[in-house]
């Protein structure tokens, strides 16, 4: 079996955790149909185990995304608790958060119980304009929580920027701020965007060689992406 073969095989999931996120994203799948969310509900521990066991009995050894569609990862009354599962099985994982609905305390415990975790922040533009999508984001306590995390985690944070007429003209500022803290940092053009929201310039879209494309199966969608790291 071939390499390509074997990566292919791995078991990696992504798990949206629960129903629970304060943002107001127009291009989410909350918003365009708010009764999803209603039907959803926290995993409990005895299925988040089983997931673990399914994943660790990979001897390519799996991934687990925490990046819901319908909830904000970080919202799970339990998250904590299985980052910590995670550490004890030496599972690697990845947490996608965009929301600053939790202290800087609650963040820092969190990043102590996984190290080997990768995290994901959406801020879309500069941190005190991030918010004109991100509704209801405070951008520069979710900035700073950023910065404090290049602390506790043994991997780079990523800076996760989704291209808007209104922040793309500082892309090439916040890639070199992103470098300046140790994170990388990911660009993102989404395929939700509206034509009003779309970035006027098609520079930033990502070349066929560079970019990888991503289809969100709840809207059928194409997502292209590029993470760039400072050599």
């Known amino acids: 079996m071939s390499i390509k073969e074997k990566i292919r095989q791995k078991r990696n999931i992504d798990l949206d955790l629960s129903h629970r996120c304060p943002m107001l994203c127009p291009m ?42 319908l909830s904000d990862p970080i919202h799970h009354p339990n998250f904590i608790d299985f980052l910590k599962v995670c550490a004890k099985y030496k599972i690697n994982c990845e947490v996608q958060t965009a929301s600053s609905f939790k202290s800087k305390e609650w963040f820092i415990e969190a990043f ?68 300046e803290l140790g994170c990388k940092f990911k660009l993102v053009i989404s395929g939700k965007a509206t034509d009003l929201e779309l970035p006027h310039f098609e520079q930033y879209i990502p070349t066929k060689e560079e970019h990888i494309a991503s289809r969100n199966s709840n809207t059928d969608s194409i997502s292209q992406f590029v993470i760039y790291d400072k050599v």
């Open 28 to 69: 989410c799948w909350r918003q365009s149909d708010p009764a999803a969310a209603k039907r959803g509900h926290d995993m409990t521990m005895e299925n988040f185990l089983k997931v673990v066991k399914f994943v660790k009995a990979d001897e390519l050894q799996g991934f687990i995304y925490f990046a819901g569609a």
């Open 112 to 179: 102590k119980a996984h190290p080997e975790a990768r995290w994901q922040f959406g801020i879309d533009g500069l941190p005190k304009d991030s918010h004109k999508y991100r509704i209801n984001q405070d951008g520069e306590k979710l900035f700073n929580i950023m910065k404090e995390s290049v602390k506790y985690l043994n991997q780079k944070p990523i800076w996760q920027y989704i291209v808007f007429n209104y922040n793309e003209i500082h892309i090439e500022y916040c890639k070199q701020w992103a470098f």
